[in-house]
């Protein structure tokens, strides 16, 4: 048993004291603390099954030790981190890295675990051994009528394994585009996407939700036919309504005001879900919050907002899903870095005064609304959301917990010292 009730009730207990005297000081600070605290443990992040491995770049990978090396082993190293987390209740798979064979035993094994299937994947950005045609110019949007039925095929049949485990969403992200001018007649490339799209569409249950995932450049360095929220948005505008957009945060051009696209969105009900990471260049997946921690802040600022305003529920009406993974951390400890992150810029926009933050607006007095929102930024949160994994059995500190019962060690001994998870 790598975790338990005791091991966690332990390490609670020893660090409760502490913990208690901070959250007494957050409250007597935070005017909400309860409400915050129950938004807090409502919240569910998807793991996707890719970010359970050492991620690689071009240029090479280092597998760490222990890494699951079958959906069964995925879904207990996302079981492990929600047991500590309590917030991690989701996995995210992406097919074909992930090949779900026997539904009944995987959704089993899942419960065991209490995870749902948030989320299927395609991938038309990459060709398999037994594939027929390349993607080599692209898969929905390409010249050639077979290799986009192709293409259709797949994600009809991503549909179908998610329909087996339980899944109700399926993310399409394309690296479809050009490398060059000329390469690509881009109304052409677009029409077949859509109609590529609008196959898919027809094949997705009533109660389905379709994502599309933009991304500005990359492995395409000229042209993407599906490169920024605008271009999403005119796609899923013409699917119909189970069709949104799915923004990841390291897709954009450098300096995009991505809080600005979430709330437009949102405005447009057409705002799907997230990919979270963080970036300094590009779309470096790298752990949420860690370069920009006040970017992810204005994000959530403007989704409390956004979905207060339509009378949403946080916990369920958009998917919530991380996309991060590298090369130097310990997977387990990065994604549960991640999802801490998430967590507290949540926390920090719930903690948001509202109504000062619309007068100051209203008064276009701008001093006052930097400060109040630098004022719920610069609070410290991270009791609230120690308080909410204490509440439902969680760690105070998962990262320490983790590190301190040697569950990689015992990882290792369990699955080799070299695994390489499928993946990147
Ligand atoms: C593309 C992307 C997309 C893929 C994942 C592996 O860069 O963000 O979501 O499915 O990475
Ligand atoms: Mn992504
Ligand atoms: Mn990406």
Redesign the pocket.
Known sequence: MKLNKEIIGNHNADLNSRHQTKLQFTASEVANTEAIIEKLMAFQIAI?S?ALGTGGTRFGRFPGGGEPRSIEEKIEDVGLLHKLNQSSGAISL?IPWDIPENYQSIKTLAGEHGLAFDAV?S?T?QDQADQKHSYKFGSLQNVNKAIRKQAVDHNIEVIKHGVGLGSKSL?V?L?DGSCFPGQLNFRKAYQNTLESLQEIYAALPSDWKLFL?Y?SY?PNFYSTTVADWGQSLSYVQKLGEKAST?V?L??HLPNANIEQIVALLLMEEKLGGF?F?DSKYG?D?LTAGCVKPYQLFLIFNELVEGMDARGMNHAKDLGWMI?ASHNVKDPLEDLLQSVEAIMLAYAQALSVDRKALEKAQEENDVAKAQEILQNAYRTDLRALVAEARLRTNGALNPVELFRKSGVRNELIKERGAVTVAT??
């Open positions: 996707p890719w992406h994947n991938n950005f993310t992200w690296s995932e991304k990359e799915l990841d390291g897709h990919h990471n779309d997946d996309d993946g990147l």
